[in-house]
């Protein structure tokens, strides 16, 4: 049997008093998470039908107050289930937005951690994109370009840094500090920040976009090759990164077949206005994993799309609160 970092072991989900972990807590145990292994893992158990991914939800505040976001999902592997509870709160200033997320035992149906799951849903993110580019990008791949340069890109980066030997890490961002772009070229010396976004694409052969643009931010075709591109883009109404006829001419993944296509802004206006189909999706990353979909060609570009699953969410809560439980400062007895 494949090795599953996220089997349960049934004593540790039993009679266990839930722990609190603030972003300080958070902040110490996460340079430990091996977050490639847990989101593997993970993958590889919704492919295999051991785990349930249920449909974002939306609930508004009554009064115009605000709304959350339910992010849900359960691992029969872990013996865990929970949700990450991300809301925006009005204020007369600027809105309050915060995440966290509550793991439950399958087996007692008892809480086993609450967490702040801000810096986890960054490092799920890039870590879902990292483990995208692992899978679906040649091993021969040297250039990378990143588009972007806020906490997101810069944990992609981080995530992907030694994915494959990079030559060249080309950086954009239309309003990049002096300060920040001195961070970035300190943390890599292969770091060059580009001019413009048709410079930064220049030959590059992946290319990650870490913004939060309601408009697309690049011109696919300024690679001047066929390139793999990973998406995050935002919950804003309509955002996307891409152009949406850039889908037509793509080899597309995704990280979740089942609710990708309805809460991707591209994919639905490709299908309204070009004739797109979110059948043409040729595979998740389940069946990446599992072996279960067609890996792309090298002769079109590949065009990979993630929006965020509560099961990463699960999962990450997961891996941290098993760092905490080794942990004497977090351990519960």
């Known amino acids: ?181 001195t961070q970035w070229q300190n943390f890599d010396h292969r770091i060059r920040i580009a001019a413009t976004s048709s410079d930064c694409l220049d030959a590059s052969d992946v290319v990650m976009l870490c913004t939060s643009s309601g408009t697309p931010v690049i011109d696919p075709a300024d690679t001047k090759k066929p390139s793999l591109f990973t998406s995050i883009s935002t919950n804003a109404p309509n955002a996307h990164e891409v152009p949406p006829a850039f889908l037509t001419m793509s080899q597309v993944y995704c990280d979740y077949l089942a609710t990708t296509a309805q809460s991707a802004a591209e994919m639905r206006l490709a299908e309204q206005n070009h004739g797109w189909n979110a059948d043409q999706i040729i595979g998740d990353l389940a069946g990446i994993v599992c072996g279960s979909c067609a890996q792309p060609s090298a002769d079109k570009p590949v065009y990979f799309r993630s929006i965020g699953l509560g099961l990463e969410d699960i999962a990450m809560a997961y891996g941290i609160w098993k760092l905490a439980q080794s942990n004497d400062e977090w351990k519960t007895t």
């Open 1 to 181: 049997m494949k090795p599953n970092t996220l089997m349960a072991d049934e004593m540790t989900l039993t009679n266990m008093p839930p722990i609190l972990l603030d972003e300080h807590a958070i902040a110490k145990l996460l340079p430990k998470l091996n977050i490639k292994a847990e989101l593997t893992a993970l993958f590889r158990a919704l492919g295999e039908g051991d785990a349930v991914q249920p449909a974002q939800t939306v609930t508004d505040f009554p009064t115009g107050a605000g709304d959350f976001i339910t992010y849900m999902g359960a691992i029969k592997s872990a013996g865990v289930f929970g949700a990450k509870l991300s809301p925006y709160i009005v204020t007369d200033a600027k809105p309050i937005i915060t995440a966290w997320t509550t793991l439950m035992s399958m087996q007692t149906g008892q809480p086993l951690v609450w967490c702040d799951a801000a810096a986890l849903t960054t490092e799920r993110t890039a870590g879902t994109t990292a483990l995208a580019v692992d899978l679906l990008a040649p091993r021969s791949v040297r250039r990378l370009a990143i588009i972007g340069s806020g906490p997101v890109a810069q944990a992609h980066l981080r995530h992907v840094a030694t994915l494959r030997n990079w030559d060249q890490i080309a950086v954009y961002s239309p309003n990049l500090t002096l300060e920040r772009a």
